[in-house]
């Protein structure tokens, strides 16, 4: 029985996503189609922060690889649920940046 062959994730990370799937198909890796995506203050927009499975792990040729790739700096990348806010039909967080409402509702 043969073992299957494999190769080196290369790292592509500071790449364009086209770049990055350009590199990983040349060594016979599919890339998945679904993206994600996370806030990071280093790498700009569009370019590759990491890969699933690992950077410079050994994985079988023909396996996927998903790119995560960076949305920008995340100064706020998350969100708020407050339930029942007494006394306040609306509150205001400022953030640099960014205006967020939180509406009660009636």
Not at 12 to 33: H, Q, Y
């Amino acid at each position: 029985i043969m073992a299957p062959k494999t190769a080196i994730v290369p790292d592509v990370s500071i790449m364009s996503v086209e770049e990055a799937k350009e590199k990983l198909l040349e060594l016979g890796f599919e890339v998945k189609t679904e993206i994600i995506y996370e806030g990071n203050d280093e790498i700009h927009v569009n370019e590759v922060i990491r890969t699933i499975p690992a950077i410079n792990s050994e994985q079988e040729i023909g396996s996927s690889i998903t790119l995560v790739v960076s949305k920008g700096k995340s100064y706020v990348d998350f969100a708020i649920k407050i339930r029942g806010v007494k006394g306040a039909k609306s509150l205001n967080f400022f953030v640099p940046f960014l205006t967020i409402s939180v509406v009660k509702q009636l």
